[in-house]
């Protein structure tokens, strides 16, 4: 068995920085931090951190890091489930991984009510929709929004709805760059906007429909659902934008109205649920299917 002050420091160090830092937070010095994490890597037989400004983790250290997380979370749900209450006067933390469309279009609007009623606070975690899903089976969240259908083991999944993307650009640019319709040869040298290069949609549409693989034409990376919409009506670019974000805007038009993409959005938790993340599971899947397409 783990000892339970040595990982206690082995997380003060990882959430802090540094052995200075995590002192401070656990009231001990950096030596005695340093002591019992050396005790950690002994007893594992295997270095965990390496020694930085900022420290960061070894392949044997994110592996160590998962597991305790995960138990955070387990223990987090049993005392919930048994007591009602983590300890005295103290929020509920969620942890939650979502894309970030959702939680910059929609989600944070779902989630306002139950989280003030049910004293919720959250820790949410960005990725593509089609990873967030390896973010709950790792144990690095209680819930995530995904793609995903299939529940993995000791988990449920709920349908949420549909998002659906279309390729947009401003009048702008596709009088300058797709001025004689949208063709092969133009979308090997008109920019495109991607939110990363995990942005799968647009590599998939462009693959499909027109052949020309990631590395074949030009793009920008934007990285902000604001800033992402913002570059294309600066006309930066062409890229795909989901319906509800076009909700407000009529200034960007469809370039390609035959690539329309209906992504579907599953609710990920675990079986085992304390009563706020009940409550959490049956509210967002309410609000959700109010606003995405059924």
């Known amino acids: 068995m783990l000892n339970s002050k040595q990982c206690q420091a082995f997380l003060a160090v990882i959430e802090t920085g540094s052995f200075d830092q995590a002192g401070q937070l656990l009231c001990l010095t950096p030596s005695a931090i340093s002591l019992r994490v050396q005790a950690l890597e002994k007893t594992l037989g295997q270095l965990l951190l390496i020694r930085g400004r900022p420290c960061t983790l070894t392949q044997a250290g994110q592996d160590v890091l998962q597991y305790l997380q995960h138990s955070r979370l387990l223990e987090q749900n049993l005392l919930h489930h048994l007591t009602g ?123 499909t429909h027109y052949g020309l693989a990631k590395g074949t034409f030009p793009y920008h990376t934007i990285p902000s659902v604001s800033a992402f919409f913002d570059a294309l009506q600066l006309g930066l670019g062409y890229g795909m934008i989901p319906d509800l974000q076009l909700a407000t805007h009529y200034d960007l038009i469809e370039v390609m109205p035959n690539v329309a993409m209906d992504i579907t959005l599953y609710w990920h938790h675990w079986k085992q649920q304390s009563k706020p993340l009940q409550a959490l599971t049956q509210h967002i899947v309410t609000e959700a299917r109010k606003i995405l397409i059924q």
């Open 85 to 207: 209450q983590t300890t005295p006067d103290e929020f509920f933390k969620v942890h939650l991984a979502v894309n970030a469309d959702s939680l910059s279009i929609w989600l944070l609007p779902a989630l306002q009510n139950i989280l003030v009623c049910q004293s919720i606070v959250t820790a949410i975690k960005i990725d593509d929709q089609s990873l967030t899903h390896t973010l709950l089976e790792t144990g690095q969240v209680n819930v995530c929004i995904s793609i995903e259908p299939e529940a993995m083991r000791g988990c449920h999944s709920i349908k949420l709805g549909k998002m659906r993307y279309r390729m947009m650009a401003s009048r702008q640019f596709q009088q300058k760059w797709f001025k004689h319709g949208i063709t092969r040869e133009a979308l090997r040298k008109a920019p495109a906007v991607l939110f990363n290069e995990k942005d799968y949609m647009h590599f998939e549409v462009l693959l």
